[in-house]
């Protein structure tokens, strides 16, 4: 079983970047899909990104995609969530995810899915403040 653990949350100001990593350990992703969602407080945790095992990448929405990059890593077995022009409405605490199913392409609507994916990090928690 993989572990995945995140790092790089903050406390930021609005317009500010960060960049989110999650490293694995126990098992090589590079077959895998992976993932990054999100829950704000009060919320249901929600879709942010994906990246399919061969760097094709699905997000959310059209305007989360013009702020927020998601790309990976294979060598350093990492996925990184590059996050500009934060917003205080951004504020959550950020999960990793990788799915289990090898050299795989979902539908659109599977990446959205938490059950896509099995392996999931502790989070880490990003506050944007205005």
């Known amino acids: 079983q993989v572990q995945l653990v995140e790092s790089g949350g903050g406390l930021v100001q609005a317009g500010a970047s960060l960049r989110l990593s999650c490293v694995a350990s126990g098992r090589s992703l590079s077959p895998n899909s992976l993932a990054w969602f999100r829950q704000a407080p009060g919320k249901e945790r929600e879709f942010v990104a994906a990246?399919?095992?061969?760097?094709?990448?699905?997000y959310s929405t059209d305007s989360l995609k013009g702020r927020f990059t998601i790309s990976r890593d294979n060598a350093e077995n990492t996925i990184y969530l590059q996050m500009n022009s934060l917003k205080p409405e951004d504020t959550a605490v950020y999960y990793c995810a990788a799915d289990r199913r090898t050299n795989y392409i979902y539908s659109e609507a599977q990446y959205f899915d938490e059950a896509t994916y099995a392996d999931w990090g502790q989070g880490t928690q990003v506050t944007v403040s205005s």
């Open positions: 990246i399919s095992w061969i760097g094709r990448t699905t």
